[in-house]
């Protein structure tokens, strides 16, 4: 047994010093960044440690509205995409010819660069002195008047993006919740058939509980992905996210490292940790949750 047992920690041991090295190390190199105060990139000194950064990172109305972008590209794309997934998958599973040809045609937004579909979307939505773009022509059919998606008003740009989030992520959650939905056992199908039971009680009474752990699964990744977003804003709005009111956290992070406000490692280093503090809770309150509404 004891030699078992070496013999795992032994199997285990690259994972847990790959893990340490470019996980655990750089987590507590953030951390001890983020308590250094008034921290100089170029001499490598600081005058002290506390949590000024993290007050004045709270206190900047950049980062305020880096937060409030990325919540609301949380709250809607997370749900949305993984509804419109399973819709797409049920409808997916029920199809015998050309179930192959569907499944790759849904497949081919996740393969496909994520600047290319940005600058697709941007030519779809951006107003141009030579035109409105294909979507307010559509618009325009309807008697409505054309809206600049782009550089207009923030509640379009925003649904742009979270448009665009939605099409990016789309694919990836077909193709898991269709594989989970083909693993559910016939038999259960079979025998609600024999008693009469409605295919909507068949829907939320065999197929959610079993493929509850996929759908658990990608919304986890998804609120940890959405949170993450950050060439997706870029690819629409190009790279001064401040002046366009569209930035992300990750975008304020790395605004801070490199952008035209950079140089400020500590104040980076602090948005960085808020955002780790963020993703955590989440994560752990979807965890409990999962306790009790996902079967495995």
């Not at 009469?196 to 609120?223: A, D, E, K, N, Q």
Request: charged share 10%; glycine share 8%.
């Amino acid at each position: 047994m004891e030699q078992n047992n070496r013999k795992g920690w032994l199997y285990l041991l690259p994972a847990m010093v790959f893990l340490g090295v470019f996980m655990v190390y750089p987590l507590i190199d953030v951390l001890i960044y983020s308590m250094e105060e008034g921290y100089n990139f170029a001499s490598q000194t600081f005058f002290g440690v506390g949590g000024y950064n993290y007050s004045y990172v709270l206190h900047d109305p950049y980062f305020m509205q880096a937060v409030q972008n990325t919540f609301l590209l949380v709250m809607v794309t997370v749900p949305l995409s993984t509804g419109i997934a399973l819709l797409i998958s049920i409808g997916l599973s029920s199809i015998e010819k050309l179930r192959n040809l569907y499944q790759t045609i849904y497949f081919l937004p996740y393969v496909t660069n994520t600047l290319a579909v940005g600058l697709v979307f941007m030519i779809l939505f951006q107003k141009t002195p030579y035109t409105d773009g294909l979507v307010n022509l559509i618009i325009s059919w309807f008697g409505g008047t054309s809206i600049d998606f782009i550089e207009g008003p923030y509640w379009a740009k925003m649904f742009v993006l979270c448009f665009y989030t939605i099409w990016v992520v789309l694919p990836f959650k077909i193709l898991i919740l269709t594989s989970a939905l083909a693993s559910v056992n016939d038999t259960y199908y079979q025998a609600a058939r024999v008693d009469g039971t409605s295919r909507l009680r068949m829907f939320t009474r065999i197929t959610l509980p079993m493929i509850s752990p996929s759908i658990f699964y990608l919304v986890i990744t998804g609120f940890i992905g959405a949170f993450k977003a950050y060439s997706d804003a870029v690819a629409l709005f190009g790279t001064d996210l401040n002046a366009a009111e569209m930035n992300t956290i990750v975008g304020y992070v790395y605004d801070m490292l490199y952008g035209s406000s950079g140089g400020y490692p500590s104040y980076a280093s602090a948005a960085a940790m808020i955002l780790f503090a963020i993703v955590l809770t989440i994560t752990c309150i979807n965890l409990l949750v999962s306790r009790k509404y996902v079967h495995y």
